[in-house]
Structure formats: structure tokens, C-alpha cells
């Protein structure tokens, strides 16, 4: 099995940046595709940036050009720089790993973005 955990989520302004990560352990295994998701109250869960084992990255259109997704194999952990953030950003974001036998889900962080 495999446990995801998330962290660097918190209360930011209009126009700042946070750093999210997600660190992967337990048994052996080979991430194929790592995806962050984000939910906000009221709304649907939706996929916000992807990244595969050789590092092809896409992004939601309303993220495009503000978020940046990336991979560190060695540690196991895969991070979304967020800059640039706005209130409609406001959410708790998820990490989800497609792993050889499976998918797994991150417990979520919460992400405010407010004056």
C-alpha cells in the first residue's frame, strides 16, 4: 500500500504564492502519474495540473501560467508551486498517484486565499 501526505497548504493575500508537496511512501513502488485536485465549498473536485513519470506536464486553464507542477523521483514527492494566487483559488487541494496497482488519494490541505 501506498500513504500520500500533503503539506505547505495556509491563508494567503491576492497576488502571493504557497508551495504545495506531497510525499509518497510504503511498499515499492513506481509512481506513473501524480495529479493535483482541488475542491472549493459548493463546488465539483476538479483536476488543476498532472505530471507522468518522464515529467509531461497539463494544467486547468485557469491555472495556466500561475502554477507549476514538478517531481522529485528520489524523494518520492511531487509539489505545485502556486504564484500569482487568487480568491477563486480557495480550496482544499488533493494529491492523487496512479501507482503501479492502483490509485491513491493525499488526506487534502487547505488553501485560503484572502485579504
Known amino acids: 500500500q501506498v500513504q500520500l501526505v500533503e503539506s505547505g497548504g495556509g491563508l494567503v493575500q491576492p497576488g502571493g504564492s504557497l508551495r504545495l508537496a506531497c510525499a509518497a511512501s510504503?511498499?515499492?513502488?513506481?509512481?506513473?502519474?501524480m495529479r493535483w485536485y482541488r475542491q472549493a465549498p459548493g463546488k465539483q473536485r476538479e483536476s488543476v495540473a498532472t505530471?507522468?513519470?518522464?515529467?509531461?506536464?497539463n494544467y486547468a486553464d485557469s491555472v495556466k501560467g500561475r502554477f507549476t507542477i514538478s517531481r522529485d523521483n528520489a524523494k518520492n514527492t511531487v509539489y505545485l508551486q502556486m504564484n500569482s494566487l487568487k480568491p477563486e483559488d480557495t480550496a482544499v487541494y488533493y494529491c492523487?498517484?496512479?501507482?503501479?496497482?492502483?490509485?491513491?488519494w493525499g488526506q487534502g490541505t487547505q488553501v485560503t486565499v484572502s485579504s
Open positions: 492523487n498517484a496512479l501507482v503501479e496497482g492502483g490509485t491513491y
Open positions: 505530471i507522468t513519470m518522464d515529467s509531461k506536464t
Open positions: 510504503g511498499s515499492r513502488f513506481i509512481i506513473y502519474t
